[in-house]
């Protein structure tokens, strides 16, 4: 095995751990491997002979890389009037496929991706390494320009929010399901008690349209209006396919031509307390959703 050979058969061995924290900091499976391809070239030209511990090293890299990328998507955003869906991993109903098991472990979902969003990129950076992969401050902090105890500081705020703002998820898919199957059943049948039965009080309704107008593509709030709206979808729902999203329960809405959207649920306490639907043509155009072939 010649020098080149043995440096490609090390990075496979951290590629799984890189992909999972790119796409812990950037939300995307396509952006994390091109974060994580970029920490590759990187590697090549690099002195890889002087590089001590290389799984720190290649993680250091592809969270410089995703933090660029998360400041430059940052900047193209700022004109953006509606909410953002981050983009959903479909899987068949019965489960999360394997390649994407490491990938959302730790319940990482759209309810938890999207409070992520809200983070500046040096607080998504701090909270994704330290928190979730347990890298200390004193390493994160040349990444983001900040002494340790800044680094710590910008964790701690990201922690504040993602605590207050991404509930803890049922983790039960089964009993997701029978909620998800039953909103479907009472949006299809324009019930509108039984749409709030199966809704939290306080429930929260993304609809992320892209670059399609507008109204009506705002969040809205609380179990009434989410059933109100959940009714004027009564058309979609009768071509409903259910699918697991990002690990919950969910469905994907395909029409002759092609998907037209995917909604994931949250569900707490055994109400659905959020629901996202990704309905921007452009966006979903780049979906893998081979399980629609199933």
């Avoid at 994390?32 to 250091?60: C, F, H, I, K, Y």
């Avoid at 983009?87 to 098991?101: C, F, K, L, N, T």
């Avoid at 992969?133 to 983001?144: K, L, S």
């Avoid at 593509?217 to 959940?230: Q, S």
């Amino acid at each position: 095995m010649d020098e080149r050979e043995f440096l490609a058969d090390r990075f496979e061995t951290s590629r799984a751990h890189l992909r999972a924290v790119a796409f812990r900091m950037l939300g995307s499976v396509s952006e994390a491997d091109d974060a994580v391809q970029e920490a590759w070239l990187r590697l090549n030209r690099a002195d890889a002979g002087s590089v001590e511990n290389l799984p720190a090293w290649l993680t250091t890299v592809v969270a410089r890389v995703c933090l660029d990328m998360l400041r430059s998507r940052r900047a193209r955003r700022e004109e953006r009037l509606g909410p953002h869906v981050p983009e959903p991993i479909v899987s068949r109903a019965d489960g999360v496929d394997p390649e994407h098991e490491a990938l959302l472990a730790d319940s990482v979902g759209l309810a938890l991706l999207i409070v992520l969003e809200t983070l500046a990129p040096p607080e998504r950076l701090a909270f994704v390494l330290h928190d979730m992969f347990g890298v200390p401050f004193e390493e994160i902090a040349p990444i983001v320009g900040r002494s340790p105890a800044a680094a710590r500081q910008l964790a701690s705020r990201a922690r504040r929010r993602v605590s207050g703002g991404a509930p803890a998820p049922d983790v039960d898919l089964a009993a997701q399901r029978e909620l998800v199957d039953a909103f479907l059943a009472a949006a299809r049948g324009g019930d509108m008690q039984a749409l709030v039965e199966v809704l939290d009080p306080d429930v929260v309704l993304r609809v992320d349209r892209g670059a399609l107008p507008a109204a009506g593509g705002r969040e809205v709030h609380g179990a009434a209006a989410v059933a109100a709206r959940a009714l004027t979808f009564a058309r979609l729902a009768r071509l409903a396919k259910p699918v697991v999203v990002n690990g919950t329960a969910g469905f994907v809405v395909a029409g002759p031509a092609g998907p037209l959207a995917v909604a994931g649920f949250t569900v707490a306490r055994g109400r659905i307390v959020q629901l996202d639907l990704l309905a921007d043509p452009a966006r979903l155009r780049e979906l893998d959703l081979t399980v629609l072939d199933d």
